[in-house]
């Protein structure tokens, strides 16, 4: 039967308004009568899986101990809706007029679906919808009801706390947004009272990224079954996973009031045409063969370009975001149920609340810094359907940002740990191979920023790492001072500056080479003489080349080459003592620590602002250290507030 539409609901109004229409369940429409009384006796005969019974169990042994706000972790396909719909019976009366149950969900398709499992569970009970423009008696023996609606005007005024022995609210981990809190302040739930109704919440990603603690309205966790033991226990499908470098850049995305990434900012970075040819291209090569595919994106922008480049490449891709009209969008949802396209794009749309067990292979052209995100997508796929082995997750990672999650980090896996065709199984023994390598001495494996650092000036002076490209262009001993400056000393201290422009427009970097010659004592206020231009070439050897052929025919050989036998020489005296203020009164060079060309060089390095470049390199280093802590500070928080566990919520 195709799913519950808005026209479907609006057709059966008065099936929802017993009370008010003077209805009596023979005047129920044929179709939907016969439609509740086969799906009942489907229902009722189900046999409850061992940890759907457990999950019970817990929740009956909570109450008994005088708890009443309950809540249940459960992963994404383990039947939450079948447990919950269990305990309405379960659950007895606190008194013999509080026999009423209140079902509170967010969005339109966990109304619906809670509709239909309630009434195949409950065939003779008396069920309402309270959603849009249905409006429900508040005295029906189970009422499914929109948050939004519930809130709308007074219509919360009409259900009587006391006449209500639970309410049951879906994907919980919205408890504590303000509508949810003033319904359970109407029903006594904002603290726990001995005389209110049992709460109980149901959720797969049982916690928060945005700061709000659960605990002010669930007071205990009593259950929780993660999917990956789901899946090792073939409770749920099996599920293999790729990942795929997209060249996306989101490094200098920034952060929502959530934590995760800003949408627009992240949009930019992600929807770019060669991002999106990468992912239909690494669907095409891995998943072609997959006949339900579900796609992530960013936003409506990258919905509409991804899903125009699934169809440039012949792929019947189809889409679904929050403006789809509800009608189109069920019409979409049940041809894709049907298997009848391939490719269903969308943002944001299902990641909650869906339930489409024949989707195959899930694609995540979103990155997300969520692990309840991440879980909350690939879940889409995980549910079980005939002729489905697997589900195939294609994690198109970005340029790795502190705190990104990707589908190895759910294995505890750095996030760009690439793999291929990897099964659960297989991402838990890569897990386990690494740990293995990191509990190595010699092991080096670190997700940290790096940098070069320098103790001092002495230690960026003595680092002669910058001088091997351009000695290995040039004979002559050219000293680099800064990423972009080289100097090469000739006499009197005269000197080449040869230094790189930055590029302007759509003109490339230059190179330019001065000449700064020194000036007798007392010819000029300045040492030295306005620099005269020597050279500009558009490569750096270009520029080595021509300053060495000038250098040659102004400045004596013995001086400019670093193969003189002088350089391979002791330090002078004064060079010593000009090196060693530098350093502390227990650090000082002698003369067999250094020859006299390296002293020469660093001389060289601290004339031409080695002191100022060490102040910046230190400031920098200092400034990333702060980014790197405080990023880890928040990614460590995040991942706190969604670690799920059975025990107390703190308020």
């Known amino acids: 039967m195709p ?33 509740a009384t086969s799906a009942s006796k489907v229902l009722q005969g189900i046999r409850l899986r061992d940890y759907q019974e457990e999950c019970i169990q817990s929740v009956l042994s909570s109450l008994k101990h005088g708890h009443k706000r309950l809540g249940i972790s459960l992963a994404t396909g383990a039947g939450k809706t079948v447990i919950f719909t269990q305990l309405i019976d379960r659950i007895k009366p606190s008194s013999d007029e509080a026999d009423q149950t209140l079902i509170l969900a967010h969005r339109r398709e966990l109304v619906e679906q809670a509709a239909r499992h309630c009434s195949a569970a409950y065939p003779n009970k008396r069920i309402e919808i309270e959603m849009g423009n249905i409006h429900a008696s508040g005295a029906a023996d189970i009422t499914i009801a929109s948050i939004q609606s519930i809130n709308s005007g007074d219509r919360i005024s009409k259900y009587n706390p006391s006449r209500f022995k639970l309410v049951l609210v879906d994907e919980a981990h919205h408890i504590v947004a303000p509508g949810y809190l003033r319904t359970l302040e109407h029903f006594g739930l904002d603290q726990k009272k001995t005389d209110s109704p049992t709460l109980i919440g149901v959720s797969a990603t049982f916690s928060r990224t945005d700061g709000l603690r659960l605990g002010a309205a669930i007071d205990e966790i009593v259950y929780h079954k993660d999917y990956v033991d789901m899946i090792g226990d073939k409770w749920l499908s099996d599920v293999i996973f790729t990942t795929v470098e997209s060249t996306a850049d989101i490094s200098k995305v920034g952060s929502g009031s959530n934590g995760d990434f800003q949408t627009r900012e992240l949009s930019s970075a992600v929807n770019t045409e060669q991002v999106n040819e990468i992912t239909v291209r ?39 975001t929050g403006d789809t009209p509800n009608i189109e ?7 894709f149920k049907r298997q009848e396209f391939p490719v269903l794009v969308n943002c944001g749309v299902f990641t909650e609340g869906t339930d ?19 879980i909350q997508m690939i879940g889409r796929g995980m549910r079980l359907h005939p002729g489905k082995t697997n589900c195939h997750i294609i994690d198109m990672v970005s340029s790795l940002a502190i705190g990104i999650v990707t589908t190895p980090t759910l294995f505890g896996l750095d996030p760009s740990e690439l793999v291929q065709g990897a099964s659960v199984d297989d991402m838990r023994r890569l897990k386990e191979e690494i740990d293995i390598e990191r509990s190595k001495p010699e092991s080096k494996l670190r997700r940290n920023i790096t940098f070069v650092e320098y103790e001092s ?3 960026l002076i003595a680092d002669t790492s910058g001088e091997k490209h351009i000695r290995s262009i040039s004979q002559n001993a050219w000293v680099q001072v800064t990423p972009n400056r080289w100097i090469l000393s000739g006499p009197h201290g005269t000197y080449i500056r040869l230094e790189k422009e930055e590029a302007s427009g759509n003109d490339e970097a230059k190179y330019v080479a001065w000449e700064i010659r020194a000036l007798p004592a007392g ?17 750096l050897i270009d520029a080595v080349h021509g300053s060495d052929k000038y250098a040659s025919d102004k400045y004596p050989h013995l001086l400019i080459s670093r193969f003189q036998s002088w350089r391979r020489g002791p330090p002078t005296d004064g060079q010593l003592k000009f090196l060693n203020k530098l350093r502390g009164e227990k650090d000082k060079l002698e003369a067999k620590d250094i020859t006299k060309g390296k002293a020469a060089d660093m001389i060289t390095k601290l004339r031409h602002g080695a002191r100022g470049r060490f102040a910046t390199l230190e400031a920098d280093r200092k400034r990333l250290e702060r980014q790197q802590t405080l990023a880890q500070e928040r990614e460590k928080a995040m991942q706190q507030r969604e670690r799920v566990s059975v025990g107390p919520l703190s308020a």
């Open 356 to 374: 489409i067990p024949n989707i195959d292979c899930i694609i995540l052209a979103r990155p997300t810094r969520s692990r309840n995100l991440l």
């Open 329 to 335: 969008r069920s019409q979409i949802l049940y041809a």
């Open 523 to 539: 010819v000029s206020k300045s040492p030295y003489a306005t620099p005269r231009k020597l050279l500009k070439a558009s490569t």
């Open 3 to 35: 799913p519950l539409s808005a026209r479907w609901l609006l057709s059966t109004k008065s099936i929802w308004r017993l009370p008010a229409m003077r209805c009596h369940r023979r005047e129920f429409s044929t179709s939907f009568t016969a439609f």
């Open 457 to 459: 000036v002495f230690d």
């Open 282 to 320: 690494s669907w095409l090569a891995k998943a072609s063969d997959r006949k339900s595919t579900l796609v992530f994106c960013v936003d409506l922008a990258h919905v509409a370009d991804l899903t125009q480049t699934f169809r440039r490449h012949g792929i019947d891709a189809r889409f679904v």
